[in-house]
């Protein structure tokens, strides 16, 4: 049984960081694409980061270019999200994905496993 479990989300003030890791177990994700993305309370879950097998590949979304740092560590079969100057409006649940498909991609219909999700609150 395939299971993504995120960690590392909590409360922090404006301008602070947070580490959040992803690991999955019940297969080997080394050649898929993993990603993260974020739901916002009354919004639509919306891309975060992505990453292609061997880390050649990256994407993220505008506005956390420069802040938010993906990587992955396919011997342990984590994908991590190093989020730093964070911002009230970076309040979420974040959550790791995974997909079969060869590049990253920003369509979340694209991602075949879910994990259930990390709260990361910004104080302002």
């Known amino acids: 049984q395939v299971q993504l479990v995120e960690s590392g989300g909590g409360l922090v003030q404006a301008g602070g960081s947070l580490s959040l890791s992803c690991a999955a177990s019940g297969r080997t994700f080394s050649s898929y694409v993993m990603g993260w993305f974020r739901q916002a309370p009354g919004k639509e879950r919306e891309f975060v980061a992505a990453?292609?097998?061997?880390?050649?590949?990256?994407s993220y979304i505008d506005s956390v270019k420069g802040r938010f740092t993906i990587s992955r560590d396919n011997a342990k079969n984590t994908v991590n999200l190093q989020i730093n100057s964070l911002k009230p409006e970076d309040t979420a649940v974040y959550y790791c994905a995974v997909s079969r498909r060869l590049r990253p991609t920003s369509n979340s219909a694209e991602y075949d496993y879910w994990g259930q999700g990390t709260q990361v609150t910004v104080s302002s």
């Open positions: 990453i292609s097998w061997n880390g050649d590949i990256i």
